[in-house]
Structures are given as C-alpha cells and as structure tokens.
C-alpha cells in the first residue's frame, strides 16, 4: 500500500509543477497606483509632426475657384459622374513636397498647423486668404506580440494613443506583459526604441503614450508564454508517466 501512495503521491507532484500557475493580479491590471477621483494633467500636449514617406492631402480653397484651382492636382477626368481623385504628395527623402506652382517645401519636423502657415505665405503672392486643409493620408500604427490581433492598422485622425491602438487590436491577451511594452518609432532615418509601463499611472505622461505614424508596438511574452512552447512535449511526458505509474499501480494490485 506504501509503494501505491508513493506512485500517487509523484503522479500529483508532476501534474502540480506543470500546469500550476504563478500569475497575480499585478500582473495584468492597468493603472493600478491610480488613486478614486484622482485627476492627471498632462502639460505637454501631443503635436503630430510630418516624416519622410508620409502621404499628406492638401486641399487649398478661395472665394475664387478659378484662382485656386492650379494649387489643387487631381488624377483623372471628371467625366460621366465619376468624380476625378484628388493627387496627395509624398514627404520625400529630402523632407519635401512638390507642390504645384510653388515648387518644393520642406515640411519635414512640421506639424500640420505649422505646415498651413508656411503654406500661407508662399500663396500669398498668388491668393487672397486661402483656406488650406491639411490631413495625413498614411497613419498606421503596427501592434505585434501578445496580443489578440496583431497587423498593422490604419488611423482616422491625427492622433492615437498606446491604449486606443491596443484596443485596435482586441487589447492585450493573457500572456503579455503590461508593465514593459516597446514602442519602436523612427524619425529622420534614427530609430528610438521607448518602454511604457501600461500597470503604472505615470504611463500617461510617457513621450510614447501618443504614438506617431508608422510606429510599431511590441508586446513581449511573459514567462509563461515563453515556456508554452515546451508545455504539449512536457504534457505528453507527464501523460507517458501517469500511464506508466496506472499500469504499474494496476499490477502491483493485481499481484497482491
């Protein structure tokens, strides 16, 4: 009876060790140091600023149509209802823009409000108080790792935080860790690679909380994550022991 206990005893310590789990609470809770009502000013707010290959829309308007409709490019014939397309410009390696009439702007490092001002003074020999609307045709955020639908996504607006943009992709699962993801952002050909602390309140005022265009998050694995990989191996192990340790326990009684 003593040996039959102590087969017992090892199946239970096996299957204990494998399949427990050491995670808390701690672990996946956001924002946990954020004190009920307590309010957060954030003194720097986020200006979006153009890089090299974004794709900007620039629509400039008068109370004269004729007079503003070189500054305006269009791909296409408006014909048979069909509405001609409107032609974007493309931040080259330069930093520039190739604007009709005009010819080269450096917008580069610009935000679209310093973007429109300079606009207004190269227009001013040529309109009278244009309006300039400005949009960038190219934001996409890339959410990859742990996380429920990992893809690069496309934002409406000019602006997006690190939460919206996980929420994008279906929120973090189980197995990411919360407290150490990466933001990988590239300016002027430099690449910054920042962490954020999504379990802290401090996360707010993170220069990573309002993401840039083309920025990638990286949601790392814990630790249980990581192992996974092993666990179908270490369970098919587990399962050849217990079977031997039932057919040895069957013997045993059947002998005795």
């Not at 009920?36 to 109370?63: A, H, M, Q």
């Amino acid at each position: 009876m003593l040996k039959i206990n102590h087969y017992f005893f090892t199946a239970f310590i096996i299957f204990t060790l494998i399949f427990s789990s050491c995670g808390s609470k701690k672990d996946v809770v956001y924002f946990q140091n954020a004190g009920e009502y307590e309010t957060i000013i954030n003194k720097e707010s986020f200006v979006p600023k153009f890089k090299v290959d974004d794709l900007i829309g620039i629509y400039v308007s008068t109370l004269n149509p004729e007079a503003s409709a070189p500054f305006n490019l269009y791909r296409g014939a408006s014909e048979g209802g069909i509405r001609a397309e409107q032609v974007d410009y493309l931040v080259d390696g330069n930093g520039e823009i190739d604007f009709p009439v005009i010819g080269k702007i450096k917008v580069l490092g610009l935000s679209p409000e310093e973007t429109k001002k300079l606009l207004r003074e190269k227009l001013s020999d040529y309109l009278k108080n244009p309006i300039i609307n400005i949009r960038l045709r190219n934001f996409t955020v890339t959410i990859l790792g742990e996380v429920m639908r990992p893809g690069a996504y496309q934002v409406n607006g000019e602006q997006i935080t690190i939460l919206e943009a996980l929420g994008l992709a279906g929120d973090l699962n189980i197995k990411g860790i919360r407290e150490n993801i990466l933001v990988i952002r590239d300016f002027k050909g430099t690449k910054t690679y920042t962490r954020i602390d999504l379990t802290s309140k401090e996360a707010m005022k993170s220069s990573v909380y309002y993401l840039t265009q083309n920025d990638v998050v990286y949601v790392e694995p814990n630790k249980s994550a990581v192992t996974s990989s092993n666990l179908d191996n270490r369970a098919s192990i587990a399962v050849s022991i217990a079977s031997v340790l039932i057919t040895s326990t069957v013997l045993l009684i059947t002998r005795n």
